[in-house]
């Protein structure tokens, strides 16, 4: 497959094919919110396994990862592009989804350490095979460098859509409700899995650009290893992911022991996602005029003031948390957005640089970047919260929820300031990626003549 020509490229795309797109967000989102937020908590407080055991579980599980994501994009750029690239995948990746969710959402009686690492397994591997073509195909609907913040704008708001309602069907007031909570998501998965996958499948051209030279182990490990703009993008997002995995995989905790306050985790959690929501179409109008990786600096640093006050709360502090909540929720924005969109860019500095176009292994090493920042997340704090001997079913001393509200914003605003000294100069804005665009358009137009 050629690459487009600018031309085409430049071609507004309509709200249909945006829309339709977007939507295969919405079971994603609404799935993976209660695996980061609910599932560890739920596993450790209601069915009894220790902290330790929940953290080390989840980050061997996404440790898999770094295996099935490089090969799922591998294999995804070799399928036979008239079969439907991505879309063949997408469509195979549904029915692997749901019965995952459902089996780790509804654990029937005595559950051990082995259930939760089978099932975990299962749900990551069934993401794995939609979420990196997804996201290819996403980045292959347009080359155009504003054009590809709306494709993941339009992820995004889809993805927040799933997220919010998810969130309104979270009960924390027993153990009993949260049970019922993650059954009733479960439920929402799969519904809004058999509407989705259909409607982009009909409506989303799968104009895949895909070339396989390069898409193999040896192309991943020197994408990694290699000094490059990808390889800087991609620790920058690991290091910001992590900051924004660590307080959601603490969320119910925090709310529940530091606050006091487990009836709220619902509400908090929806206005943290609504403020996110809201800001999106913001950041990615700032972004167009300040360029993505300047906007996204910006947005991470500002997130950090927010932060600094979290260690500091204690019971009865929810206006204060409130507050702090709406701040990192209107920054968390420009993250859900522009990372992912500046990834997106990259595959023509790709084909310049190397003379490969290869988005499936790009998304492929994105996805692992993604869910390896929420397993190192888990792995790290659950297991410290053990060592200081907090008890997530049962009682805590003041240095105990001292510690948990320390753990909960002190790292974050660390890994974020890391992340923004990686991107402060980053190479590829709009100027450097029109040259590439131009450049390849020259290549092309001379090896035609």
Known sequence: MTQPTPASADAPLDIKTLAAYGSLAFPMAAGFIALQVIVPTFYAQALGLSLSAVGGILLVARLWDMVTDPLVGFLSDRTPAHWGRRKLWVIASAPLIGASVWLLFNPVGEVSNQYLLLGAMAIYIAGTMALVPINAWGAELSSNYHQRSRVAGSRVVFGLAGTMLALLLIDNSSNAALQTSLTAIAVLVLASLAISVPVATRWVPDNSLARPEGNNLRGALSLLLDPSPFRRLLLAFLLNGIANAIPATLFLLFVTHVLGAPGLAGPILLLYFLCSAISVPLWVRVARRYGKHQTWCAAVSMACVFFVGTPFLGAGDTAWYVAIVVGTGLMIGADLALPSAINGDLIEWDAHENGKLRPGLFFALWGTASK??????????????????????????????????????????????????????????????????????????????
């Not at 190192?376 to 659950?382: K, M, Y």
């Not at 240095?399 to 923004?420: N, Q, T």
């Open 372 to 449: 390896l920042a929420f397993a190192l997340a888990v792995g790290l704090v659950f297991p410290l919260l053990d060592l200081i001997g907090f008890d997530a079913a049962g009682s805590n001393s003041a240095e105990d929820l001292r510690m948990l509200a320390i753990l909960y914003g002190g790292p974050s605003i660390l890994f974020k300031l890391a992340a923004v000294a990686l991107m402060r100069r980053f190479p590829i804005g709009e100027v450097e990626h029109n040259r590439l665009r131009a450049a390849l358009a020259a290549d092309q137009s001379a090896a035609g003549g």
